[in-house]
């Protein structure tokens, strides 16, 4: 996340927090498990870590393309892997994801070059001491799914053992069978299925079906593999580049792929991936988590009785969500934009609402109980609004005029 917007709402969080110290117990303490869940997405936002497991020619580097949709990592021709094998971070131009290819562990102890000291296999579990994967990706070819696999098995098997006894944690394991528009009918494109003849896709979509059950029986005739298996999913991950320009996009089920992952991604790693895949239900899930989230903590606030002290960070959470939703579609928002937002939508702090909030301040603090569930009441409805509304302005491409209808509309609600 952009430096500005993550240290922005760190400051926010922490002038709430030191808020909630002068609040009861009972009430500071829900708040603080949604602060709790508002930095992880947010503040403690990071690259997700995939471990790739798949010989060479599965289609490593074309599934890291096809998850960001650009160029950014080398395809077909490739060194045989000599020496260190790392973290590496592939970037695009809307994040960066970590990536092991654990290829050198499959291929065995092979004479690595003179002059380094480690052979691939060591400096691959070295790597997965330093970092657990997040999930680990077993690709293999649809078309040599029948064949042998049982050392990519093992393989894999080690790898997930030697994460699991130094991080006590065991990825989970997404089996991709790779290249199924190769499947026959070859001419038969999967991805434009209405442009062809509906029998012919059936007839490759059943074949697809029938390497996913093969695969999974191999997986779940090895008791550990079975219980770390997220699900088995036949793809295509072919795109053409020119001079890094996308010439062709023969891609079919990388969103599905997608959402399988970002289903399993932690909550620090869910932001930056559904920033980089670009997919708008993704963003969505994440918009509205964070929607839900800031209008429990701005309810939570407004629940309190400290007169005036809950209009500040009120709509500096309001602004900070805007910022948020914004960036997980790919934009960056000075506060300045975001708070030109809340005008657009109608939601400003216009002076007749200032009063109001003055007003409710004080019915607060002469009838403590009653004025607080009212303005909570408020405060929450008119934050899942802007939310609602940021959502549609910035993931959904609506309208600004769609979006402060959808403000209202939220708005009125709560009224009713
Ligand atoms: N038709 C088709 N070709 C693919 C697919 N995935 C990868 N390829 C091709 O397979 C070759 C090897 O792919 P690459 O991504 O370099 O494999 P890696 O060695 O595992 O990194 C390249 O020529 C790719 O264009 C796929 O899903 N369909
Ligand atoms: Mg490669």
Redesign the pocket.
Known sequence: MSQPLQSQLSDVLQKLESLLERVPETVAKEVRQQIREFRQILVDTRAPRFA?V?????????????IFGQKV??????KAQTGEATWWPYSGELGSIDIL?T?GLQEGSRPSEADTATSPVESILAALREKAPDIMLF?I??TEADAGIDNDLDALKTISQTIEQVHNYRPPVMVVA?????LEPKNVRLHKPEEENPDDVQEKLERVTVIENLLRAKFEADPYLKESLITVLG??????WKNDRLRSD???RIDTLLDYIFNELPKEGKLAFARLSQIQTLQESIANRLTQIVAAICGGIAAVPIPFGDIVPITALQISLISAIAYVAGRQLSPETAREFLTAIGATISAGLVLREVARASIKFLFPGGGSVISAGIATSATLGIGKAATAYFIQNLSLEKARQIFEGERKKAKS
């Open positions: 790739l798949g010989r060479r020619g599965s289609g490593k580097s074309s599934l890291i393309n096809a990592a080398e395809v077909g021709h490739e290819d290829r690709l070819k649809a790779t290249h199924c528009d190769t793809v295509s991950s072919y795109q053409s023969e891609r079919w």
